[in-house]
């Protein structure tokens, strides 16, 4: 600090930032808490010194007081590139443009990643032999006691003390971190093992010409499955890259190495006729089809597959030559792998079946690592790595889905074909019986092959009837989208306008002559948005994923949505449920579908009856394993239909009635296990709906 004299009566004092010495302590342990990850930060440290070997030695960590000793063969440090590089914190030497002596890209540390394991021990002791001056060895001893209490950064001297290579030691570098403050855990080991075997993408063909080892059981293990590379046993190897202009092309190879798919950039690019915005990239995808028949005639078995990609599964991502962390670590799933396969599990690979990585060379710099070392900052170029990568993904699901269609359509047409050569064998088969026998076998065989057409023909209207209601519901979902985003909210302001100008020229007339018909047009409109909003909710195809069903929540749900419906048609609606929260192994849409029928069902039946004295009644109960649910109204009841042939397709009383709802409802109800019943008249009189379902619990 110095003062200097302005003029006579001013003075100006100069100072800077100092730092406490605890701020070493915090960076080492907030920003990368991890121990498995600042050990790999030092592997890093090695692979940017050129170093082909790396090894970690852990020495009694089983308790607190223990040492870990890390050796390269690298380059080794001079005293400047220690004092201005090592122990410098918060800016690094390295520039991802100049390549090192064997042509890697650094890896760009800026030293708080290696700060927190070097923190791991009270002391630290690094040993550097210089390859460009072989004939000296530098020492440098850091004790973390000095860094406590009030002491400040840089009054805190460090010596380096510089000694001739006596014992001719090679060149590279040694750090030891000594009486560790806490034992390391075995877990905490298995995630440092996979870390360094993951480090210098062992998939590749040339990983580097960079070893890192762990010295510890928990390695050679992971070592051996790894170098495995059960890669010939993957059914389908997608190969995409990303050129330095942005644009891409992939293929799909088969497990012989046989191109099955190509693309280019046009048929990739979902956004099209843009390139992406990303850096030099190259996706490599191997996918496995994990059942008995596929692993019948091959030496692997399916359950060492599974060991695998256990371990290895998902997609990697490799920076510059090196792994970046968490993208491809357990339950790390970046690129949604596993949400795509829900929605389509017989064309999309998930984490568990299949093992991936793509490498990136970004001389531009267009990513940037988070400060933690934790994965890279979502920026516009992240973004669009993330793009590519799925829209490589989606391509090769759609090339599989035209392949499976394609064949689905022959087999189709093959069907009747093999059904009639078949008919013909059993036909000459039957001529060959004895003629005393022969006219039974007959008549046996016409009465199943009249059974199985009928059969046939069965399928067949169920086919059509599901069809049907396929299109029912694309069509109302359509008009529900469009009416809900423009006609009624084009009538609601509407109707606003003319309330608010009628009420100025009218003033206390009002209310006399238009309050009430407006009032109407609201809750009308209200109403219709109800229906738009109940119809593009049933469609949802989130909703028709396999879950965990929560009964009781999708009542109350419906009961919500259709509230305002309810109330423009003056219904009183009363449920009385059991208690608990009863839930089965199901979809949401298949709950909603039974729920939403069967109140539609009670609406339809209060055309006839007056405003003012419509009643639903909903109730549940839990009968052993079973959930009993009643819906119930006052309406007419069941008239001219017998009570079974209200869940026939097409059988309805109503004029203008489909006759679907309620055999949706009951083959919704069977898919899930339960059984429906009805009573012509209930408990209020009217139609009284029963749904018998199995519950795993409340």
Known sequence: MSMKSANSNNRVTETNFRFSANILRRLGEELNPSPSRGLVELAKNAYDADAIN????????????????????????????IINGWLVLGKSEKTLRNLTRLGRRPSGDKGLGRLAALRMGFSVSLQSVPRESSGVKHSLLIDWERYTGDALVEDIDLKIETSLNIDQKMPGTMIALENLGSHVNRSEI?????????LADPFGDNPAGFKPILIASEYSDLEKMVEARYFRDAEFHLVAKVDGKGFAEALVEDWRGATMYSATHEELRQKKGSPYRCPVANFDLWAFLLDPTTFSTRSTTISEIRNWLNEFGGVHLYYNGLRVAPYGD?????LSLNLMRARSPELRPSTNTSVGRINITDNDRLLTQKTDRSGFIINE?????????????NWMARRRLDER???????RKEAPKKSEKEKATVKQAISTVPEDQRKAVQNAFDKYDKARRSEVGELRKEVQLYRTLGTVGITSAVFAHESANNPLKLVAQSIRTVQHRCKNYLAEKYDEYLKDPIERIFRSVDSLRVLADVTLSLVDHEKRRASKVDIHKVLRDIIELYTPFITDREVAITTVLSEGSPYLRGSIAAIESIISNLLNNSLIAFERKPPGERKIFIKTRIVDDELELRVMDNGPGIEGIDKNDIWLPGQTTRPNGTGLGLT????????????VDAIEKGELGGAEMIIILPIIGA
């Open 54 to 81: 790396c090894t970690i030695e852990l020495k009694n960590i089983e308790q607190p007081g223990g040492t870990i000793i890390i050796t390269d063969d690298g380059d080794g440090m001079d005293i400047q590139e």
């Open 330 to 334: 357990k339950g790390d799933d970046w």
């Open 664 to 675: 949706i409802v009951r083959d919704a109800t069977i898919d899930l296990g339960g059984r």
């Open 405 to 411: 269609e394609k064949k689905r359509v022959a087999d």
């Open 190 to 198: 298995q995630r440092l093992a996979r870390g360094l075997i993951l």
């Open 381 to 393: 170029a992240f973004q669009e790595l993330q793009v590519f990568a799925t829209d490589a993904l």
